[in-house]
């Protein structure tokens, strides 16, 4: 079992930062691939980032350009670094784990992560 923790959302003005954590404990150890998703209220959860265990990160049109991911193995903690916060980005972000699917086969397929976190809200302004 995994579990994911998320943290560090909040209300911005647009163009803004913000900086989103989240922390895994439990079985996940060698092959894995870990994902961003967000969802905003009434539209489907979609993807933003995501990263396996050897650094190796792949970025969804959403946000691309705005946003980086990156981990710190030592703490096993996923990072999502956002800039340029847009009021349409505002929605829960969710943190996602899978051991079953590299991340060039789980993609953005929310199906495909079998672990999830809470979500942490993220509201940007005008």
């Known amino acids: 079992q995994v579990q994911l923790v998320e943290s560090g959302g909040g209300s911005v003005q647009a163009g803004g930062s913000l900086r989103l954590s989240c922390a895994a404990s439990g079985s996940i150890y060698d092959d894995y691939c870990m994902a961003w998703f967000r969802q905003a209220p009434g539209k489907e959860r979609e993807g933003v980032a995501n990263?396996?265990?050897?650094?190796?990160?792949d970025y969804a049109d959403s946000m691309k350009g705005r946003v980086t991911i990156s981990q710190d193995n030592a703490k096993k903690t996923l990072y999502l670094q956002m800039n340029n916060l847009k009021p349409e980005d505002t929605a829960v972000y969710y943190c996602?784990?899978?051991?079953?699917?590299?991340?060039?086969?789980?993609?953005?397929?929310?199906?495909?992560?079998?672990?999830w976190g809470q979500g942490t809200q993220v509201t940007v302004s005008e």
């Open positions: 996602a784990a899978t051991t079953r699917w590299y991340c060039v086969v789980a993609d953005f397929n929310a199906a495909d992560y079998d672990y």
């Open positions: 990263m396996d265990e050897d650094d190796r990160t």
